[in-house]
């Protein structure tokens, strides 16, 4: 049963134009919501994070939307570059705790030059 | 320099030989995590441990074992490796204080026969 949901496995934008990455999530539990960053042979790095009392949040180029009552969350980055070209994890968490992170399948974006 | 380190990196092995894959951090965290990542199914956490000698089970603890005896530490131990066990792991750690801000390895990948 898959808690966390990105169901579209990849995205292509052209460099300068915005990238909207969808994350959907079926617990009503979660509370706390994370985007990761993953380049190929390495390790997630974390990007930015998203409290359920919110609905935004903001870090430079990075926003993160969040809609409780569709249980959606999505990413926008503005505008795209070409290192932003990687795989992104939306993760969720109960209890604003990290010590059980239910990650969703990953969605591969490719930035055009 | 802050990080994760896991070894080996790249492993093949047999079914039923007995393997420990070895996480350590040097940042002085007291969560940490082991994940694995399989194509389709994204990151999924197996164990992790909130501090020394506490430890508990995530969404796929079965074929695993681990122990934390010392804080820096976090080993994974497959007793009797299966093929479905073939992935590419991960250790993560994360501060009490910035749980949600997890620092990932850069991963292990077993392949087992």
């Known amino acids: 049963d898959q808690q966390v949901k990105q169901n579209s496995p990849s995205l292509s934008v052209q460099e300068g134009r915005i990238s909207i990455l969808n994350c959907d999530y079926t617990n009503s539990m979660f509370d706390y919501f994370l985007w990761y960053k993953k380049y190929p042979a390495e390790g997630p790095t974390f990007l930015i994070s998203i409290s359920s009392i919110k609905d935004k949040n903001e870090d430079g180029r990075f926003t993160v939307f969040l809609n409780k009552s569709a249980k959606h969350l999505s990413l926008h980055i503005v505008p795209s570059q070409p290192g932003d070209s990687a795989v992104y994890f939306c993760?969720?968490?109960?209890?604003?705790?990290?010590?059980?992170?239910?990650f969703g399948t990953g969605t591969r974006l490719t930035i055009i030059p | 320099e802050a990080q994760v380190t896991q070894n080996p990196r790249y492993l093949i092995t047999v079914t039923g030989k007995k393997l420990t894959v070895t996480c350590s951090q040097n940042m002085n965290h007291e969560y940490m995590s082991w994940y694995r990542q399989d194509p389709g199914l994204g990151l999924r956490q197996i164990y992790y441990?909130?501090?020394?000698?506490?430890?508990d089970k995530g969404d796929v603890p079965e074929g695993y074992k681990v122990s934390r005896k010392e804080k820096r530490n976090f080993p994974l131990i497959l007793e009797s490796p299966s093929p479905n066990q073939t992935s590419l792991y991960f250790c993560?750690?994360?501060?009490?204080?910035?749980?949600?801000?997890?620092?990932f390895g850069p991963g292990t990948r077993l392949t087992v026969t």
């Open positions: 993560a750690s994360s501060s009490a204080e910035s749980s949600y801000e997890q620092y």
């Open positions: 993760a969720a968490s109960r209890n604003f705790g990290n010590e059980k992170l239910t």
């Open positions: 441990s909130m501090n020394v000698e506490v430890t």
